[in-house]
């Protein structure tokens, strides 16, 4: 059974401080691995990482895959409190002829002014 | 439209009663999927649809839980006989063509069963 496990489950810091949030899958016949930002409603995508293309990087946000580690990090460097949300990561495996998202539980980020 | 739409927004159910929660994606989007999230967890797959074919509904966790897309357009889930367990966020996410594009989620169908 395909597992993503998100770590840590939630963070408390300050306004300006920098995150790394972790993730790390076990899947069979991974494709790829996404970030989403969810807040009150519907996640909202962050970034897609495949095989060829292990490093995003968007403003504030950037986010790596280590395909040997299995495992992929998000980081968000001077936080704001608008960051305030839960980070999920989700992994696009391949089953037979379909493809599955699995999403862990997400990180809780609470951000103090 | 401009994004994925779900109706209704929220939705309360005795025990035992039939639900149908819609999905509207997003125009020209083939592919469609269904997830449940439970409070504090993430989404969980319940099913995929390519155009008006199921291609997967191994997530659908008992034979009460019945999606369709007759049309390759809008979706239903029907859940048959609730149970307080299928208390959740009913997600609906839209791609352009399976898992290789961005999903697009909907707002979700807050569901209680009491």
Not at chain 1, 18 to 30: A, D, G, H, P
Not at chain 2, 10 to 20: E, L
Not at chain 2, 62 to 79: H, M, N, Q
């Amino acid at each position: 059974e395909d597992k993503v496990v998100q770590s840590p489950l939630s963070l408390v810091v300050h306004e300006g401080d920098t995150v790394t949030l972790n993730c790390s899958y076990e899947v069979t016949n991974f494709r790829s691995l996404l970030w989403y930002k969810q807040e009150k409603k519907a996640p909202t995508f962050l970034f897609m990482l495949t095989s060829s293309g292990i490093e995003k990087k968007s403003g504030r946000l950037s986010s790596i895959l280590d395909k040997k580690e299995l495992s992929s990090i998000l980081n968000i460097t001077a936080t704001q409190t608008g960051d305030s949300a839960i980070y999920l990561c989700a992994v696009v495996s391949r089953g037979f002829g379909n493809e599955k998202l699995t999403f862990g539980t997400g990180t809780r980020l609470t951000i103090i002014p | 439209g401009a994004g994925v739409s779900q109706s209704p927004r929220y939705k309360v159910a005795k025990r035992g009663q039939d639900v149908a929660l819609r999905c509207d994606p997003i125009s020209g989007h083939v592919s469609l999927f269904w997830y449940q999230q439970a409070l504090g967890q993430g989404p969980e797959f319940l099913t995929y649809f390519q155009n008006e074919a199921q291609l997967d509904k191994s997530g659908l966790p008992s034979d009460r839980f019945f999606a369709e897309r007759p049309e390759g357009s809008v979706s239903t889930l029907k859940i048959q006989r609730t149970q307080q367990e299928d208390s959740a966020v009913y997600l609906c996410a839209s791609s352009l063509r399976g898992t290789e594009f961005e999903q697009f989620f909907g707002p979700g169908t807050r569901l209680t069963v009491l």
